[in-house]
């Protein structure tokens, strides 16, 4: 069956770096869009960035554009999330999923993974 597991995590301070990593197995992955999304407690789930199965194509939501890159190594079966210049509010549990379709942000028929907690401290 799909398996993500997303590992990377952890706590830092504002302006600090993460690398998420997501490996992925029991499906083609070079076939699927896949994306990153991010839950906060008492809010709702909200897309961080997307790729194209491909890797030509990469959307990101606005309030992480320029610090946050998402990447794709479809030899490895893996999704990278590289965040930088972290702030404060980027504090969520950030989960990984591949997604049948994808429009820009809009990803549907979503499987998620487990998730890996980012904790920014100012």
């Known amino acids: 069956q799909v398996q993500l597991v997303e590992s990377g995590g952890g706590s830092v301070q504002a302006g600090g770096s993460l690398r998420l990593s997501c490996a992925a197995s029991?499906?083609?992955?070079?076939?699927?869009?896949m994306g990153w999304l991010r839950q906060a407690p008492g809010d709702e789930p909200e897309g961080v960035a997307s790729i194209f199965a491909s890797g030509d194509y990469t959307f990101y939501a606005d309030s992480v554009k320029g610090r946050f890159t998402i990447s794709r190594d479809n030899a490895k079966n893996t999704l990278y999330l590289q965040m930088n210049s972290l702030k404060p509010e980027d504090t969520a549990m950030y989960y990984c999923a591949r997604a049948s379709t994808c429009s820009g942000l809009r990803m549907s028929q979503i499987i998620w993974g487990q998730g890996t907690q980012v904790t920014v401290s100012s």
């Open positions: 029991g499906y083609t992955f070079s076939k699927y869009c």
